[in-house]
């Protein structure tokens, strides 16, 4: 009976009205990060159901967001190993925040790996990526064919009613 229970999936409760990305970047982040010297860094009393503190992970994040907006490529991770450019934006968000080194690097792999899986949404890990793919992707010439096409046809629906109004006044004259 046991094993059959073991099947299901284990069920978690972050914060009140459930996961928030915050909670879900800090959650990963204590699974490096508990039992060292950093855990209390993640932790916050006032951090609701989810006892993180959400308010870090939101700076850490404008931090970083306003370094991808510089021109800085998104960080990318091997399991637990950085590339050069998230050892860079670490030690850039390291200096703007004065958060250690450990805890920015775990801010930085825990995105790349919740966004990876899909846990959380892909902007949030790379917000000026995504705003260049979603802006590319809505201009162009397909967006160009297709507001034609609708010019066309609103102009064939103009004069479509133009002529069956005309019609019907005449029908009513005679």
Known sequence: MNSYIETFPKVEFLGLFGFS????????MLTTLKGTIYEDTIKDFWGGGS??????????????????KTGK????F???????????????IEDKTRVPYQVVIEFLRSLFYLASTGVIEYKIYDPVGYRE????TSEGP????LNEAGKKINLI????????????????RS
Do not use: F, M, Q, R
């Open 21 to 28: 990305w915050k909670e879900k970047v800090g959650k990963e």
């Open 133 to 136: 793919v979603k802006d590319a």
């Open 78 to 92: 091997d399991g637990h190993v950085p590339d050069d450019n998230a050892t860079e934006i670490s030690h850039l």
């Open 51 to 68: 006892w993180i503190n959400t308010s870090l992970i939101a700076n850490l994040h404008k931090v970083y967001e306003s370094i991808l």
């Open 142 to 145: 397909i967006k160009d064919v």
């Open 157 to 172: 629906l103009l004069v479509g009613g133009a002529v069956a109004g005309i019609y019907i006044l005449n029908k009513l």
């Open 73 to 76: 490529e998104s960080p990318t």
